[in-house]
């Protein structure tokens, strides 16, 4: 392949991905996901079974990952991440979170004044979208949005690209991305998920969210069709063929 060597990711003064406990890793600053053996159990079935295409490619390879909120996306692109790179392969992980149009606090805000902001409208898709091609155009490194959730602000960051084979890229809409080589689907609902999303804990759970993840599950639902590998509720992986 064109694109081999360790993966760099400038982030400022704190790592997005710093390990501050076995299985623990902040990604998005301020947010806090939880890797177990079923996410890196199943993320290597995926690139056992991909990685020849990985290899064949002559240029970046892309891979989406989706899902409802609190299904393992984070943790599944992080476990591919290390799945690739203990097979040589390197990879840079890319968070649909850090592409939401306002950050958290006001995007709650305006969920709650108009519940039609409720969707693909709150995230900026077609830039991360641009940022895959970028990426497979065999860009050096992207200048894209990162999320201080603590904070609740949206600065700017410098990813580099150099070493990087493969770029994942994980959220609730990104099967929506054109830019993308294999997607990979979640199949878990809001109530299979919520014990994981009490885990993260990253908000406090109220009827209106409940409301919109049954909103939001009504349009991720869709997306199923639309993938190349599916995770089931039980995290066993089923390869789509055809």
Known sequence: MAFTGATEIAAGPLPRAAVSEPNRLRVMRGDIILVDEEHRRAAGLIIDHLIDDITSTDRRFTITVAGESGSGKSETGQALKEA??????????????????????????????????????????????????????????IEKPLVIYEDNRIEEETVSLDGADVVIAEGVYTTLCDHVDRRVFIDRNRLETLEHRMKRGREEFDPFIEDVLVEEHGIISQHRDRADVIITRDYDVEFVTG
Request: glycine fraction near 6%; proline fraction near 3%; charge should be negative.
């Open 84 to 141: 690739l790179e203990a097979r040589g392969v390197g990879a840079v992980v890319l968070q649909q979170d850090d592409y939401y149009v306002l950050p958290p606090k006001f995007n709650d805000a305006a969920r709650r004044a108009n519940f039609a902001w409720v969707g693909t409208t709150e995230v900026r898709l077609d830039l991360l979208d641009a940022h895959l091609e970028q990426a497979r155009s065999g860009a050096s490194a």
